[in-house]
Nanobody, 129 residues
Framework: EVQLVESGGGLVQAGGSLRLSCAASGFTFDDYAIGWFRQAPGREREGLSCIRRRVGSPYYADSVKGRFTISEDNAKNTVYLQMNSLKPEETAVYYC??????????????????????WGQGTQVTVSS
Protein backbone atom coordinates (compact mmCIF):
# COMPACT_ATOMS: atom_id res chain seq x y z
CA GLU A 1 0.00 0.00 0.00
CA VAL A 2 1.38 3.37 -1.04
CA GLN A 3 1.82 5.79 1.82
CA LEU A 4 2.55 9.48 1.42
CA VAL A 5 3.47 11.83 4.23
CA GLU A 6 3.65 15.58 3.68
CA SER A 7 5.55 17.98 5.89
CA GLY A 8 6.90 21.50 5.82
CA GLY A 9 3.73 23.53 5.97
CA GLY A 10 3.31 26.47 8.28
CA LEU A 11 2.72 30.17 8.55
CA VAL A 12 4.61 32.52 6.26
CA GLN A 13 4.27 36.17 5.32
CA ALA A 14 3.28 37.21 1.83
CA GLY A 15 6.30 37.10 -0.44
CA GLY A 16 7.94 34.44 1.68
CA SER A 17 8.97 30.88 0.91
CA LEU A 18 8.32 27.38 2.15
CA ARG A 19 9.56 23.98 1.11
CA LEU A 20 7.16 21.08 1.35
CA SER A 21 8.27 17.46 1.48
CA CYS A 22 6.44 14.31 0.42
CA ALA A 23 7.92 11.05 1.68
CA ALA A 24 6.66 8.05 -0.29
CA SER A 25 6.73 4.38 0.69
CA GLY A 26 4.98 1.10 0.06
CA PHE A 27 4.86 1.25 -3.71
CA THR A 28 4.98 -2.04 -5.57
CA PHE A 29 6.20 -0.73 -8.90
CA ASP A 30 9.04 1.70 -9.28
CA ASP A 31 7.51 3.75 -12.04
CA TYR A 32 5.20 6.49 -10.91
CA ALA A 33 4.67 10.20 -10.74
CA ILE A 34 4.12 12.41 -7.72
CA GLY A 35 1.86 15.42 -7.92
CA TRP A 36 1.28 18.37 -5.63
CA PHE A 37 -2.18 19.82 -5.12
CA ARG A 38 -3.85 22.30 -2.83
CA GLN A 39 -7.34 22.89 -1.62
CA ALA A 40 -8.70 25.98 0.10
CA PRO A 41 -11.99 25.93 2.02
CA GLY A 42 -14.95 25.99 -0.34
CA ARG A 43 -12.79 25.56 -3.42
CA GLU A 44 -11.94 22.66 -5.69
CA ARG A 45 -8.66 20.83 -5.39
CA GLU A 46 -6.10 22.51 -7.65
CA GLY A 47 -3.18 20.76 -9.31
CA LEU A 48 0.14 22.57 -8.98
CA SER A 49 2.98 20.42 -10.23
CA CYS A 50 4.04 16.84 -10.92
CA ILE A 51 7.19 14.90 -11.68
CA ARG A 52 7.98 11.37 -12.84
CA ARG A 53 10.25 9.33 -10.62
CA ARG A 54 13.86 9.02 -11.80
CA VAL A 55 13.05 10.72 -15.08
CA GLY A 56 12.21 14.17 -13.87
CA SER A 57 10.32 16.14 -16.49
CA PRO A 58 8.64 18.54 -14.06
CA TYR A 59 5.31 19.97 -15.07
CA TYR A 60 3.65 23.06 -13.62
CA ALA A 61 0.32 24.77 -13.58
CA ASP A 62 0.41 28.27 -15.04
CA SER A 63 -0.56 29.70 -11.66
CA VAL A 64 2.72 28.62 -10.06
CA LYS A 65 5.14 28.48 -12.99
CA GLY A 66 8.26 30.48 -12.24
CA ARG A 67 7.60 30.56 -8.48
CA PHE A 68 7.34 26.90 -7.48
CA THR A 69 9.92 24.21 -8.15
CA ILE A 70 9.36 20.47 -7.82
CA SER A 71 12.31 18.16 -7.26
CA GLU A 72 13.07 14.67 -6.02
CA ASP A 73 15.61 12.85 -3.90
CA ASN A 74 15.49 9.28 -5.15
CA ALA A 75 17.66 7.97 -2.32
CA LYS A 76 15.11 9.23 0.18
CA ASN A 77 12.02 8.53 -1.93
CA THR A 78 11.04 12.11 -1.26
CA VAL A 79 9.62 14.78 -3.54
CA TYR A 80 9.87 18.45 -2.64
CA LEU A 81 7.93 21.52 -3.60
CA GLN A 82 9.84 24.77 -3.15
CA MET A 83 7.36 27.63 -3.04
CA ASN A 84 8.56 31.21 -3.43
CA SER A 85 6.77 34.54 -3.56
CA LEU A 86 3.75 33.14 -1.78
CA LYS A 87 0.48 35.06 -1.82
CA PRO A 88 -2.29 35.21 0.80
CA GLU A 89 -4.74 33.61 -1.64
CA GLU A 90 -2.51 30.55 -1.70
CA THR A 91 -3.48 29.68 1.83
CA ALA A 92 -4.70 26.09 1.65
CA VAL A 93 -4.05 22.51 2.61
CA TYR A 94 -1.35 21.15 0.35
CA TYR A 95 -1.37 17.49 -0.65
CA CYS A 96 0.92 15.17 -2.54
CA UNK A 97 -0.44 12.26 -4.52
CA UNK A 98 0.82 9.15 -6.31
CA UNK A 99 0.09 8.31 -9.95
CA UNK A 100 1.00 4.73 -10.90
CA UNK A 101 2.54 4.34 -14.35
CA UNK A 102 3.19 1.41 -16.63
CA UNK A 103 6.92 0.75 -16.57
CA UNK A 104 8.66 2.53 -19.44
CA UNK A 105 5.43 4.01 -20.77
CA UNK A 106 5.11 7.44 -22.28
CA UNK A 107 4.05 9.85 -19.59
CA UNK A 108 1.54 12.56 -20.30
CA UNK A 109 1.70 14.88 -17.26
CA UNK A 110 -1.64 15.51 -15.71
CA UNK A 111 -2.76 17.67 -12.83
CA UNK A 112 -6.19 16.10 -12.76
CA UNK A 113 -6.85 14.68 -9.27
CA UNK A 114 -8.59 11.62 -10.72
CA UNK A 115 -5.30 10.50 -12.29
CA UNK A 116 -3.81 9.99 -8.84
CA UNK A 117 -4.72 7.01 -6.69
CA UNK A 118 -3.11 7.59 -3.31
CA TRP A 119 -3.01 10.77 -1.30
CA GLY A 120 -1.25 12.08 1.75
CA GLN A 121 -3.03 13.63 4.70
CA GLY A 122 -2.08 17.17 3.70
CA THR A 123 -0.13 19.97 5.32
CA GLN A 124 -1.52 23.41 6.07
CA VAL A 125 0.08 26.44 4.47
CA THR A 126 -1.05 29.83 5.69
CA VAL A 127 0.18 32.98 3.99
CA SER A 128 -0.44 36.16 5.96
CA SER A 129 -0.82 39.56 4.35
Amino acid sequence: EVQLVESGGGLVQAGGSLRLSCAASGFTFDDYAIGWFRQAPGREREGLSCIRRRVGSPYYADSVKGRFTISEDNAKNTVYLQMNSLKPEETAVYYCAHEPLAYGSTWYPSLTPLSFGSWGQGTQVTVSS
